[in-house]
């Protein structure tokens, strides 16, 4: 089982912008598919976006397209999320996840690890 680790968190104005990184504890992160998720207070769990280990092709959530980017390296075991233009919506816990598959990408059930999540604060 991997154990994704986030860091980057923190509080930054709307407009600003933000990166996370999440590694592997112990084991390679480098399943077929990593993911970062996020849950608001009060509200589901909710994709974001995903990264497929071999090829690099990408998912959004129709709400970060144009202003997240997602990347993976391979030789760090590391994914990151670039996160642009920052809004207040965009507060919440985000979460790494590994291990997920890509007919059921957005759906959180079907990702079986999971980080401990690192906290976004956007301000108005």
């Known amino acids: 089982q991997v154990q994704p680790v986030e860091s980057g968190g923190g509080s930054v104005q709307a407009g600003d912008s933000l990166s996370l990184s999440c590694t592997a504890s112990?084991?390679?992160?480098?399943?077929?598919?990593s993911a970062w998720f996020r849950q608001a207070p009060g509200r589901e769990r909710e994709f974001v976006a995903a990264i497929t280990w071999i090829s690099g092709k990408t998912y959004y959530a129709d709400s970060v397209k144009g202003r997240f980017i997602i990347t993976r390296d391979n030789a760090r075991n590391t994914v990151t999320l670039k996160m642009d233009t920052l809004k207040p919506e965009g507060t919440a816990l985000y979460y790494c996840?590994?291990?997920?598959?890509?007919?059921?990408?957005?759906?959180?059930?079907?990702?079986?690890?999971w980080g401990q999540g690192t906290q976004v604060t956007v301000s108005s």
């Open positions: 996840a590994s291990g997920g598959n890509v007919h059921h990408i957005m759906a959180p059930d079907y990702w079986p690890d």
């Open positions: 112990g084991r390679t992160l480098m399943t077929y598919l």
